[in-house]
T-cell receptor
């Protein structure tokens, strides 16, 4: 069975400091991984997906199959980055595709 | 384009009462999902559907039932609400296969 682990419940950094939100996964097949973000009182929205290999709002994430990780990084944190971040894995079971989420990490950016 | 819309946004139930949460999407997505979000536990899949007329159990299905009579709607029912079902419920939809999920705004349910 697939599993997504986000070891940190809360990550507090100063504005301008680098950010790394950790995500590890276990899955026997070929994974497709995502980062979702939830700003205060808003719905979850997609931030990144590993196959697109793009940078969104300064965030990047690289899939490391050897370490089964998909950490989210940003070189310089901004106040508006404060939010809840979820790592998710999309898996195929039979004909169904479903998303499995980690427990989330709250990023708090302070002045 | 409304995307995914959940009704209601808030609800307070007494233990033992029943209710139905409605999710509607206008993106012609095949897949729909119901998740619950609890502090420290992230999002856990309750039930999902891969198409009209089909449903399947997720990680935490007990105490819930679902129906997908129309492609655009996915209903989540609580037959006899319990305080343990106090949570924020999110509906999501996606195209077939490994693709991005679009979420509703959530329903905050309190069972007293």
């Amino acid at each position: 069975a697939q599993r997504v682990t986000q070891p940190e419940k809360l990550l507090s950094v100063f504005k301008g400091a680098p950010v790394e939100l950790k995500c590890n996964y276990s899955y026997s097949g070929s994974p497709e991984l995502f980062w979702y973000v939830q700003y205060s009182r808003q719905r979850l929205q997609l931030l990144l997906r590993h196959i697109s290999r793009e940078s969104i709002k300064g965030f990047t994430a690289d899939l490391n199959k050897g370490e089964t990780s998909f950490h989210l990084k940003k070189p310089f944190a901004q106040e508006e980055d404060s939010a809840m971040y979820y790592c998710a894995l999309s898996s195929i079971t039979g004909t169904a595709s479903k998303l499995t989420f980690g427990t989330g990490t709250r990023l708090q950016v302070t002045l | 384009n409304a995307g995914v819309t959940q009704t209601p946004k808030f609800r307070v139930l007494k233990t033992g009462q029943s209710m139905t949460l409605l999710c509607a999407q206008d993106m012609n997505h095949e897949y729909m999902y119901w998740y619950r979000q609890d502090p420290g536990m992230g999002l856990r899949l309750i039930h999902y559907s891969v198409g009209e007329g089909t449903t399947a159990k997720g990680e935490v299905p007990d105490g819930y039932n679902v129906s997908r009579l129309k492609k655009q709607n996915f209903l989540l029912g609580l037959e006899s609400a319990a305080p343990s079902q106090t949570s924020v419920y999110f509906c999501a939809s996606s195209r077939i296969g490994k693709s991005e999920a679009f979420f509703g705004q959530g329903t905050r349910l309190t069972v007293v």
